[in-house]
């Protein structure tokens, strides 16, 4: 009977203490949560109006080029939205996002459209908007996984919450890879045109834009056949491109 009684007493106890334990993970998750959705808010709002001094890609690259026995290289230089010439912005809304006034961050024809031709096993392709792959480049790391286009949804939603439309583009506009160690626009007008990006010619902005999904394979100073067609379907749509 002592030992029935004793086993019913520590019964008690567990059923004390199980629910202490679930309250105390409880609380502690909440508290995670509320502090991830408030450290992240607080980020994009102070890159809303701060410059981004660097970005994951930028320290990854230069990492790659010092294992490769070459020098740091880093070559970046911000340029407001102002004096990015015009020629840039509607090459980058006519190459990379022709719907980037009107939607709020995920073009739904272009992804589907993206879709459909991957699994007819035409070039594999995506369907990532400017904002989409500005909150990558910024807030996220370059490797591809379900957890990272997890995050890049949730911050695209945010810059598209809490930015505009101009402040998008000027910060895509100024951390994209542009060359090996060349980040921005202003980097690669000066390396490949000995010019500012105020300055460019619809042509070379074009080219700037048709090389982005590899700029370290391609040069816009010397375009393959496949970059020149890219480039003229740009200008050809540059005149139809609204810019905000």
Not at 23 to 35: D, E, I
Not at 40 to 66: A, C, D, Y
Not at 112 to 121: I, L, M, P, T, V
Not at 135 to 153: C, D, M, Q, Y
Request: charged letters at 25%.
């Amino acid at each position: 009977m002592a030992a029935k009684r004793k086993r019913k007493k520590k019964a008690r106890q567990l059923s004390r203490f199980i629910p202490k334990v679930g309250n105390v993970y409880l609380r502690w998750t909440l508290r995670a949560v509320a502090a991830f959705f408030t450290v992240t808010i607080v980020w994009v709002l102070l890159l809303s109006f701060i410059n981004p001094p660097i970005t994951w890609l930028m320290i990854q690259r230069g990492f790659e080029r010092k294992s490769e026995g070459k020098e740091w290289k880093i070559t970046k230089q911000w340029v407001r939205y102002e004096d990015l010439s015009d020629n840039l912005k509607r090459a980058a809304i006519a190459g990379e996002d022709a719907r980037f006034l009107t939607h709020w961050g995920f073009d739904r024809e272009a992804i589907a459209d993206a879709y459909q031709r991957n699994k007819d096993g035409g070039r594999l392709r995506g369907g990532s908007t400017i904002s989409q792959q500005t909150a990558k480049n910024v807030f996220l790391w370059p490797k591809r996984s379900w957890l990272r286009k997890g995050f890049e949804t949730y911050f695209t939603l945010l810059i598209e919450l809490f930015w505009s439309k101009k402040r998008i583009l000027e910060v895509y506009l100024n951390v994209i890879e542009t060359g090996d160690g060349l980040y921005g626009a202003e980097a690669a007008a000066q390396y490949y045109y000995g010019k500012s990006a105020g300055s460019l010619t619809k042509r070379q902005a074009a080219l700037l834009i048709a090389v982005l999904p590899n700029p370290r394979r391609w040069s816009p100073a010397k375009p393959t056949g496949f970059i020149n067609r890219k480039a003229n379907t740009i200008v050809r749509y540059m005149g139809y491109s609204e810019i905000p």
